[in-house]
């Protein structure tokens, strides 16, 4: 079950520390997108911005990974447009995959609206960790 929409002005969310996270970014709008993640110091994580490619066209706008290193596991995810000067409405839910009391798997997945109409597909973002590395 999706949470919100809530105001992508700072959703607070969780990251085990030393995790590997991996993320993927994408959007399907003209707007310029703006995803950025911060730590619980307000350290940047990442940030990823950018429009379609053409019109609605999905795009890819960023992929990476990060170790997440910090202590409390305390993170914010910001989802806007224009270099974060406006804010978008978001959906998002957190899923595991679990056997027993291990969490083998952590995702998260953001989808946000630019206020033009109410699709939630503009941006996209995955984060995902496995419980193992290697």
Do not use: C, H
């Amino acid at each position: 079950m999706a949470i919100g929409p809530v105001n992508g002005n700072g959703i607070a969310i969780n990251i085990p520390s030393g995790k590997i996270v991996f993320w993927s970014a994408l959007v399907q709008s003209s707007a310029n997108q703006f995803i950025q993640l911060k730590d619980s110091s307000s350290n940047v994580v990442f940030t990823t911005q950018g429009a379609s490619s053409s019109g609605g066209t999905p795009t890819q706008i960023g992929e990476g990974f990060f170790q997440a290193a910090d202590a409390s596991g305390n993170y914010t995810i910001w989802i806007g447009t224009n270099s974060g000067q406006r804010y978008s409405q978001v959906i998002w839910s957190q899923d595991v995959i679990t056997s027993g009391a291990t969490v083998y798997f952590g995702k998260y997945i953001f989808a946000s609206e630019d206020y033009t109409d109410n699709d939630y597909n503009d941006s996209l973002l995955q984060l995902q960790w496995f419980q193992f590395v290697g």
